[in-house]
């Protein structure tokens, strides 16, 4: 199975940019769309930002839009999330994950996840 490796967290003030990058290890697989979601301490993990494979076409949760941009290489078979202007409430274990069959911004249509990556931004 792919395994996906996120990596670029850490703790910023708020204000401050930081750059998450997911690199799939592994097989090539299909996928329809590649997300970024995140998960607070006994809170409900929450869809952040999503891109579809094919066309490169985006659409993010408003908590984060203009703010946070998704992208992806299709070259390296990565996907990136750019975090400007981040806020105390943007802290949370940040997860990459693919879905083989729709776009989606529920979890449950994700198949393949990572570890995740955790993002604490201080006030």
């Known amino acids: 199975q792919v395994q996906l490796v996120e990596s670029g967290g850490g703790l910023v003030q708020a204000g401050d940019s930081l750059r998450l990058t997911c690199a799939p290890s592994g097989r090539t697989f299909s996928r329809v769309a590649m997300a970024w979601f995140r998960q607070a301490p006994g809170k409900e993990r929450d869809f952040v930002a999503r891109i579809s494979w094919n066309t490169g076409s985006t659409y993010y949760a408003d908590s984060v839009t203009g703010r946070f941009t998704i992208s992806r290489d299709i070259t390296e078979n990565r996907v990136y999330l750019q975090m400007n202007s981040l806020k105390p409430e943007d802290t949370g274990l940040y997860y990459c994950?693919?879905?083989?069959?729709?776009?989606?911004?529920?979890?449950?249509?994700?198949?393949?996840w990572g570890q995740g990556t955790q993002v604490t931004v201080s006030s």
């Open positions: 994950a693919a879905a083989p069959r729709v776009l989606s911004t529920r979890a449950r249509d994700y198949d393949n």
